[in-house]
């Protein structure tokens, strides 16, 4: 890796992308929900380190795919973007 780049990635965080799913059952009208040691419920969520456009269906899809580890369709996103620079 070049010092330049070694400099960037160590000076300046790069993007996250955060996904949740919401995946229904097969055949009964039901969705998967998680449970966590906190006694909370939740859908399916996780967090890769890079920038994913999310109008690349693609890409969303083999990351659901490869760290759910299941097969998945992708039939409606929502997104939103954060950018911490300009929070208070």
């Known amino acids: 890796m070049s010092s330049i780049n070694q400099i960037f ?3 300046f965080q ?8 919401i995946l229904p059952h097969p055949t009964e009208a039901k969705i998967l929900m998680l449970y966590d040691d906190k006694n909370s419920w939740f859908i399916p969520n996780l967090c ?4 994913i456009h999310p109008s690349n269906f693609g890409t969303i899809q083999k990351v659901i795919e490869q760290e759910l580890e ?3 369709n992708i039939l409606y996103y ?3 973007y954060d950018d911490k620079s300009k929070c208070e």
Request: charged share 20%; no cysteine.
């Open 48 to 51: 890769i380190n890079k920038d």
């Open 70 to 72: 299941i097969s998945a």
């Open 14 to 21: 790069g993007w996250k992308s955060h996904f949740s799913a």
């Open 78 to 80: 929502a997104h939103n």
């Open 9 to 11: 990635n160590r000076f």
